[in-house]
């Protein structure tokens, strides 16, 4: 029903920016929730930034003064990722929800690796 294509990971140096991308297509709801997550080896996988159902915005504690999050008409998500850190590395996923339905779909992960 919903397809998710993300794009935007890769290596890059401490302090840098990466900006990931996420597009959704199919039979979009007219409410949805989408954003990103990510996980690390050995963590478990943690919100990184939302768009909620409403238009709110939610960030992790750990990324709110670096990173970003935006959208446009075509259902296409960023984040923006700024000041990057060894502790950002991780795979990160882009997650849609219908909150009317609980339907997600989670999109195939991208590796995003900090590293000198």
């Known amino acids: 029903q919903v397809q998710l294509v993300e794009s935007g990971g890769g290596l890059v140096q401490p302090g840098g920016s990466l900006r990931l991308s996420c597009t959704a297509s199919?039979?979009?709801?007219?409410?949805?929730?989408m954003g990103w997550y990510r996980q690390a080896p050995g963590k478990q996988r943690e919100l990184v930034a939302m768009f909620t159902g409403g238009g709110s915005t939610i960030f992790a504690d750990s990324v709110k003064d670096r990173f970003t999050i935006s959208r446009n008409a075509k259902n296409t998500v960023y984040l923006q990722m700024n000041s990057l850190k060894p502790e950002d590395t991780a795979v990160y996923s882009c997650?849609?929800?219908?909150?009317?339905?609980?339907?997600?779909?989670w999109g195939q992960g991208t590796q995003v690796t900090v590293s000198s």
């Open positions: 997650k849609y929800r219908n909150p009317n339905t609980n339907y997600d779909v």
């Open positions: 199919g039979i979009i709801s007219s409410i949805y929730s």
